[in-house]
């Protein structure tokens, strides 16, 4: 295992070239493109890595997962899927472009922005830190990583220059399906910067491919929750490449547009990538071409 990992960041780095580093958020823009790191965790606690497993990147979209899930814990199926659909889009993530031709201004999924931001609107607490404190709490139970925190810069950057998400959240107000924008989106941009490296992913998809049970034994996340969680990682966890990654891959995966991908084999392994360097839909290139060499190498296709 540690050969054949060390052997595919080798192999799929070089393709970093014909990928980009986000721009769209300034502290983003200066991630060194080149860097390529993975981390494998069993149930047994085996654990294999290589390339820049150790370098620290912020969640990004994989923190729509979280968000979902501490949702779903606070409110349950009914209330959040009456203000969020289950349905994949074909567009991009900021899209939107389908937001305002539907009949009822109910973004399509939790994993694109519009969805992620309803999602963020709904997570119970006293004040934006409470709220956001909830979701870290969770990413540290699930990693086991008491540590994990915000990048602040991060977080400044990307309020600074959000227009997009500015733009899709006043619409969302405009329908009356959220109520205060600067609020909500604080909670967003907070949960998108919380920082972690390929290790901690690792942990967080294992725990995900135990139905909601960290790799210590604890449970973290209702069954019920996890399965839906993991359910939209095939059907939307790569935005508008979500199908060609499950005929290609066929595991379960989320990925952010700092690079980092979260994926897991159910009952077998936690995975966590990160590659900076994106493709043309906001996926880390050389993350995606790895997981697909290394699912089709140890033929983990859940299909
Ligand atoms: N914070 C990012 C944004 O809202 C997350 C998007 C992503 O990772 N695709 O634009």
Do not use: W
């Not at 959220?178 to 967003?188: C, K």
């Not at 920082?195 to 790799?215: E, I, K």
């Not at 499950?246 to 897991?264: E, Y």
């Amino acid at each position: 295992m540690q050969n054949l990992l060390e052997a595919l960041v080798a192999k799929h780095r070089p393709a970093a070239r014909e990928g980009k580093v986000a721009e769209y958020i300034p502290e983003l823009a200066g991630q060194n493109p080149d860097l390529l790191g993975v981390a494998v965790v069993n149930p047994q606690g085996e654990m294999h890595a290589a390339g820049a497993y150790r370098h620290r990147f912020t969640l990004q979209s994989i923190s729509k997962l979280i968000a979902l899930m501490v949702a779903l814990m606070d409110h349950g199926e009914e209330v959040i899927f009456s203000k969020v659909g289950m349905e994949p889009t074909g567009d991009p993530f900021h899209s939107l472009y389908k937001l305002e031709i539907a009949s009822e201004a109910k973004p399509l999924n939790p994993m694109i922005n519009a969805g992620a931001i309803v999602v963020s609107s709904l997570i119970r607490g006293k004040s934006v830190d409470d709220r956001v404190k909830r979701m870290i709490h969770l990413v540290r139970e699930m990693a086991e990583n008491p540590e994990i925190d915000l990048d602040r810069a991060v977080y400044r950057s990307e309020r600074e220059t959000a227009d997009r998400n500015r733009a899709l959240a006043y619409f969302l107000k405009g329908c009356g399906v959220i109520d205060d924008v600067e609020e909500t989106l604080d909670v967003y941009f907070r949960q998108c910067s919380i920082c972690v490296d390929c290790l901690d992913l690792a942990r967080m998809g294992l725990c995900l491919a135990q139905n909601g049970v960290t790799l210590e034994g604890k449970r973290v996340i209702p069954e019920d929750v996890a399965r839906l969680a993991k359910t939209f990682m095939v059907t939307c966890g790569m935005y508008n490449a979500s199908g060609e990654f499950a005929i290609r891959a066929g595991i379960p995966a989320k990925s952010g547009v700092s690079g980092g991908i979260l994926a897991l084999v159910p009952g077998r392994m936690g995975i966590g990538v990160f590659g900076p360097a994106l493709d043309k839909k906001g996926n880390s290139i050389t993350g995606v071409r790895l997981l697909e060499d290394f699912s089709k190498k140890m033929g983990l296709s859940i299909f």
